[in-house]
C-alpha cells in the first residue's frame, strides 16, 4: 500500500488549500480514510476522517471550514481547506484504515504553514 500526499505548503491567514491523497495497493471500498496533524511539541490529532459509506467526522477545530471528500474511482481523498489560520500550521498525513482488520497505512507528511 502506498499514499502519496500533495498539496501543502504556505499561505496567508484566511486562506485556503486543498490537500489530496492518492492511493494504490488498497480498495477503497474497505477503508475508511483520514487526514491527521501533528504540530511541533504536540501530539498527533485526527482532523476528518470519512468512511466508505460516506460517514464523515471532523475535529471540532475545523468544522465549518475544513470538508473532507473522496474519489473512489480515482483512490483519491481530498481535504479542502478554507478560512486558514496559524494554529492549523502543521504537518498532515494522509490514513488509511482498512475496517475489517483496523489496520492502518499512512503517507508521508505534507506540511502546512499559515501565516498570520
Known amino acids: 500500500v502506498q499514499l502519496q500526499a500533495s498539496g501543502g505548503g504556505l499561505v496567508q491567514a484566511g486562506g485556503s488549500l486543498r490537500l489530496s491523497c492518492a492511493a494504490s495497493?488498497?480498495?477503497?471500498?474497505?477503508?475508511?480514510q483520514g487526514w491527521y496533524r501533528q504540530a511541533p511539541g504536540k501530539q498527533r490529532e485526527l482532523v476528518a476522517s470519512?468512511?466508505?459509506?460516506?460517514?464523515?467526522v471532523y475535529a471540532d477545530s475545523v468544522k465549518d471550514r475544513f470538508t473532507i471528500s473522496r474519489d473512489n474511482a480515482k483512490n483519491t481523498v481530498y481535504l479542502q481547506m478554507s478560512s486558514l489560520r496559524s494554529e492549523d500550521t502543521a504537518t498532515y498525513y494522509c490514513?488509511?484504515?482498512?475496517?475489517?482488520?483496523?489496520?492502518?497505512?499512512w503517507g508521508r507528511g505534507t506540511q502546512v504553514t499559515v501565516s498570520s
Open positions: 490514513n488509511v484504515r482498512r475496517t475489517y482488520d483496523l489496520v492502518d497505512f
Open positions: 470519512i468512511t466508505g459509506a460516506g460517514n464523515i
Open positions: 495497493g488498497i480498495i477503497f471500498g474497505i477503508t475508511r
